[in-house]
């Protein structure tokens, strides 16, 4: 009788722990669909205008180059960042910039690292794939990005973030 209550009990724990990561993962996904469904048209209309505003001609490409104080987040890079950092992805969380900075540096083979700054919307982590002491030389990887990155940009547009 008391194997069969313990067994019983065992088969309890093992059913709940999967019911669990299965929970885990809808609401999971979840959160991914609303995040992908949550800005609406007024949004992203501002959104595109500021980065118009933000936008230079560098020989013939038009870049979005926003200049912002930053801080490089530790363990993300081993000599000092450059002036000109080619952004493909912001975060809120530090966690899920360095987990994709990761992907570039493993899966592609990218110097990347992450610049934390602050801006109106808050403190940001800001993902970058190389780094260029030269506008006009990030400008022209950028032109080029889709053709030698496989990754998926999180970034419709990389752009250049400018450490004064």
């Known amino acids: 009788m008391r ?3 313990l067994i019983a009990l065992l088969l309890l ?3 709940s722990c999967h019911s669990n990561e299965k929970n885990y993962k809808m609401a999971y996904d979840k959160a991914v669909e609303r995040r992908s469904t949550s800005i609406d048209a007024e949004t992203e209309a501002r959104i595109a205008a500021e980065r118009k505003r933000n936008a ?3 020989y013939g490409d038009t870049v979005v180059v926003v200049r912002m104080h930053t801080t490089v987040v530790a363990d993300t890079i081993e000599r000092p960042p450059h002036r000109y950092n080619v ?3 912001v975060f809120k969380q530090e966690f899920n910039a360095k987990s994709y900075r990761d ?3 493993k899966e592609a083979g990218y110097p990347s690292y992450v610049l934390k700054g602050v801006d109106a919307a808050g403190t940001k982590f800001h993902v970058v794939i190389k780094g260029f002491d030269e506008k006009d030389v990030a400008s022209a990887f950028i ?3 889709h ?3 496989k990754i998926r ?3 419709r547009e990389p752009w250049i973030l400018e450490a004064p």
Do not use: K, Y
């Open 3 to 5: 194997h069969i209550s």
């Open 143 to 145: 032109s080029t990005i």
């Open 103 to 105: 992907r570039f540096r």
């Open 147 to 149: 053709d030698h990155v």
């Open 153 to 155: 940009l999180l970034e």
């Open 56 to 58: 230079q001609v560098i």
């Open 87 to 89: 952004v493909v992805g």
């Open 13 to 15: 724990v093992l059913t």
